[in-house]
């Protein structure tokens, strides 16, 4: 499931002009060569090299909790079968930033605090039926003692999915916000919708009726919901990507069929935030593109654990920006109409810098 040592050869595309530019990565000794350019930046068009899959990230990660992050963005469960990510994203891997981008977000005035014994007062199915490869997600009401919805030591809810073999999987649930945009000027805006509840999301990868339950744990007391079942129908989906069983030098979808990633680096947009990227993908998309990459770090408008601006930021380490959540479901949705897969840059060594250009150590 570790792609260090592979070579690969991608086809990129200049998202202003879909002008093709080819880049050539080869991580066996670090070397990058990228002769494409957009807007003066420097793409990496080489980034699916030298990252690890999930699959491994997983297995090597001891405390399955802390990966609640990685949870929400994959729905990944934590037991039984294999990694099973959300379509749109196959792989996670360190980025190389060379500007930073901002964008404002509205405060989070919402209450992230319950009392009481630990209670499933509802929950919502958005279907019936799902195609395999589809989405599965359920929207939770509940209640808990605990302040930190953001923290598993404080409160979890997880999934439990048992497949039509009998095999379960485990898929902890999220603190869900709901946020619409809308554009002042050539910028874009956010605002709340009120909608608040906990949601978990899951993909089913065979085809049968799925079994589930959801739990919830407080550190005090624990509630368990009814079972409930849903079915997933047969679909002409490939499947996920993952490194190819009979040769780890290539990418195979989980039907066999051969995937070979075209694309580049669209890690941050401009003041039109998610709007920019409706413009992104779709000449992506028009020029046959298949794959990109985004940053999900601490500088741009998909930054979940971020610096907290002031007393009254929501937000901040151990909290996540909910209005930046919203922004990275829709743009990966969006992504995911156009068939585009993508993949995620969580961290830079930007991080580690004290001095310019972007020195975020002291944050």
Same mark, same amino acid.
């Given at each position: 499931d570790?792609?260090?040592g ?9 998202? *202003? ?7 050539k990565?080869?991580?066996r ?7 494409s350019?957009?807007?003066g ?8 090299s030298g ?13 399955l909790?802390?990966?609640r ?9 934590t037991?039984?079968?294999g ?5 749109a ?9 060379f500007?930073?981008?901002?964008a ?8 992230m605090t ?15 039926t799902?195609p395999?490869?589809g989405?599965?997600e359920?929207?939770?009401?509940l209640q *808990? ?5 953001f ?6 809810l ?11 999987q ?6 869900? %916000?709901?946020w619409?945009r809308t554009?002042v000027?050539?910028a ?10 906990w949601?978990?999301?899951y993909?089913?990868?065979v ?5 589930y339950y959801?739990?919830?744990n407080?550190g ?12 997933a ?5 490939p ?17 066999g ?10 890690? %941050? ?5 998610t ?5 992104? %993908? ?10 990109a ?32 959540s %919203? ?11 156009? *068939? ?10 930007n ?13």
């Open positions: 570790d792609l260090t592979c070579d690969f050869d991608l086809q990129a595309f200049e998202l *202003g002009t879909g002008t093709r530019a080819a880049a990565s080869n991580p000794d670090g070397e990058q060569e990228a002769d350019h957009r807007r930046r420097m793409c990496h068009h080489g980034a699916v990252a690890s899959g999930l699959p491994h990230a997983l297995r090597a990660d001891k405390n909790r802390r990966l992050l990685r949870h929400w963005l994959a729905g990944y469960p037991s039984g079968l990694a099973r990510p959300r379509v994203a196959f792989l996670l891997a360190l980025g190389l930033p500007m930073v981008f901002s404002g977000c509205a405060d989070q005035d919402v209450s319950s009392h009481g014994p630990a209670k499933l007062i509802a929950v919502h199915p958005n279907a019936e799902v395999t490869y989405k599965f359920l929207s939770v009401n *808990g003692e605990f302040t930190n919805p923290d598993p030591e404080d409160v979890s997880d999934g439990h999915f048992i497949t039509p073999e009998g095999k379960e485990i898929v902890p649930g999220f603190f869900y %916000w709901g619409e554009k000027g050539a874009e805006k956010v605002t709340p919708t009120g909608e608040v509840c949601r978990v999301r993909c089913p990868a085809e049968g009726e799925h079994r959801l739990t919830v407080d005090k007391t624990e509630a368990r919901s009814a079972e409930s079942t849903f079915r129908t047969k679909s002409q989906h499947g996920l990507v993952r490194v190819a069983k009979d040769n780890p030098l290539y990418l195979e979808c989980d039907s069929a051969p995937y070979y990633a075209i694309g580049e680096n669209v890690c %941050w947009p401009g003041g039109g935030g709007f920019d990227y409706d413009n992104y %993908w779709k000449k992506l998309a028009d020029n046959g593109a298949n794959y990459r985004i940053w999900v770090g601490p500088f741009d408008c998909f930054s979940l654990e971020r610096i907290k601006r002031d007393d009254g930021d929501r937000a901040g380490l151990g909290r996540y920006d909910l209005a930046n %919203w922004r990275l479901d829709y743009v990966l949705d969006e992504a995911e109409k156009l *068939g585009i897969r993508v993949m995620f840059c969580i961290d830079s060594f991080s580690l810098r004290i001095k310019d250009p972007y020195p975020a150590w002291q944050n």
